[in-house]
């Protein structure tokens, strides 16, 4: 298992090179993107800030339970911190499996407990302000 | 009987002003308490502890866990993180 | 809509770069990768062939079937053919969605139609003989 | 009434020895017909008529389509690209 909180660009080819295993016959990778409207306004950019030590603790944890529901061969994420351009990648979950309908489905349940557990947070700054977002409000 | 780190993120943090306080630990001090000390010390996060979750040494916790010194408690507002997509 | 067949390495950062868009918050990137074993046989390589004429008229079925579907940005699709070695890129297919579910959804739809559909087959070399993959026993 | 080109891939193409051949349109020529006049051709074939598909022009189709001169019949065995996964 990878996971990382970084500032820096993330990195798909190695988090890919990571994961990819000989037993594994497919590997999911989900890019989180920033994208240009939110709730109707026009997004300018996004601030992502986390508590890195207890993200990753509960990274441990998720990833424990992921490995108790379905044949995993391996995981890596990378969460991206500071300001992020529209198009900028903020999310990087990568699942390998010998099964491709288990990297899927663990691939997408991953993100959901990511989103719902996770302590990172995102303000939003659009044309004519600014809004820390709270909740899947979005 | 020691101190508590407290620790402030996001909204919480831009309101309050600070990212980071030390609290005396008081006979049978629990996390919710120190959110109400909080609230005097920093108005402007008065009437959101509804919203916001704790977490003791980084894990998340109940608001009545008591705390003891050396502990870091983290006021959590809702998580935010990942995608900027909704999620249906 | 990006669909190729070829007998290179397959690209996932241009696809990637393909299909993310400025209205996509999400892009889901699959990779099926050849694996050590099947049908508890240790392989030795994989000899892919296509139809490539009908495999691009199956694909464009697939892909506006699955516009119908779901609300998707783009589409790009990558399949290699000749000698696969163990741990290398068969298939690649690249979905980008406003919304990470349908991302998810019709990406594993894309998978599972093209395995059923689409006009290419493998040839498994392993120690001790090879045989063609006829269908999803496998 | 001109001919059909007949193309032949993966598991057939190897027990045919051949990956193309040229059939003579007669009245009413069906796609299936041409996998029994190959299969007096190339005996290594024979029985396999079951499995197979028919694409003509590049578009599945029923194994009773009617051909025409100029067009292209392809003999399809089950497919098995994309991953090496097995579907579960």
Redesign the interface.
């Known amino acids: 298992m990878l996971f990382e909180v970084t500032d820096r660009e993330l990195e798909?080819?190695r988090l890919?090179n990571h994961v990819?295993k000989?037993?594994?016959?497919?590997?999911?990778?989900?890019?989180?993107?920033?994208?240009?409207?939110?709730l109707g306004r026009n997004?300018e950019y996004?601030e992502?800030?986390?508590?890195p030590?207890?993200a990753t603790?509960?990274m441990e944890q998720l990833v424990g339970e992921l490995h108790s529901k379905w044949e995993i061969t391996d995981v890596a994420i990378q969460?991206r911190t500071g300001r992020l351009e529209?198009?900028e990648t903020?999310?990087l979950v990568a699942v390998?499996?010998?099964?491709?309908?288990?990297?899927?489905a663990a691939?997408?349940w991953l993100?959901?407990r990511?989103?719902?557990?996770?302590?990172?947070?995102?303000?939003e700054v659009f044309e004519g302000g600014e809004e820390?977002?709270?909740?899947?409000r979005? | 009987m020691g101190t508590v780190k407290v620790r402030l993120f996001a909204r919480l943090a831009e309101l309050a002003g600070t990212r980071s306080e030390e609290v005396e630990v008081g006979e049978g001090l629990r996390a919710c308490d120190v959110y109400r000390l909080l609230e005097t010390q920093h108005p402007a996060i008065a009437g959101l502890a509804d919203t916001v979750m704790y977490a003791v040494n980084q894990e998340y916790a109940a608001p009545e866990t008591p705390l003891k010194g050396g502990d870091e408690l983290a006021l959590i507002p809702p998580v935010s993180g990942g995608d900027s997509c909704c999620s249906r």
């Open positions: 798909p080819e890919f990819r000989d037993a594994a016959g497919a590997v999911v990778l989900f890019h989180g993107v920033v994208r240009e409207t939110n997004v996004l992502y800030e986390a508590y030590e207890m603790k509960v969460h529209i198009g903020s999310l390998s499996s010998p099964h491709r309908h288990e990297a899927f691939g997408e993100v959901d990511f989103k719902d557990k996770v302590p990172v947070w995102k303000k820390w977002i709270e909740g899947d979005h």
